[in-house]
């Protein structure tokens, strides 16, 4: 039997293997060097050159006991299912894996990708799930 463990880092795996592949084909064709924009930019194209739906400066409510509070632009949502934070940094810092999880908390996306375009290829995925609703 499937543990909820398991459930839950299988969510959306198959899109977020998708996003990953187009997150290499960008990576490798363009390089280290430029700034988060133009990686947005290629990015975006790539995964619709795949057919899937993309959000660019996407703007989302941060809620908070119920209420919004606020609202933040996430860099790309693909699918309306999962929160992309691009860097072009050395390196991934914690600062921005909490960045990407503060993201998720907020709001109703589950998934999320951080995706560094620095000197080595790296990302990261994060799920945070949601209570069930009554």
Known sequence: MESNQAKIE??????????IK?????????????????????????LREMGLSVECQKPLNVSYRNQIVGEYFADLVVEGKVIIELKAMETIHEA?????????KA?????????????KP??????FQKPLKE
Not at 122 to 127: D, L, P, T
């Open 10 to 19: 299988l969510l959306h795996a198959a899109l977020t293997d998708q996003i």
């Open 22 to 46: 187009a997150f290499y084909n960008v990576y490798n064709s363009l390089g280290y060097g430029f700034l988060e924009k133009v990686y947005e930019n290629a990015l975006a194209l790539e």
């Open 96 to 104: 921005h894996l909490r960045q990407l999880q503060n993201y998720l």
């Open 107 to 119: 709001t109703e996306i589950e998934v999320g990708l951080l995706l560094n375009f620095g000197r």
């Open 122 to 127: 790296e990302f990261k995925r994060r799920v």
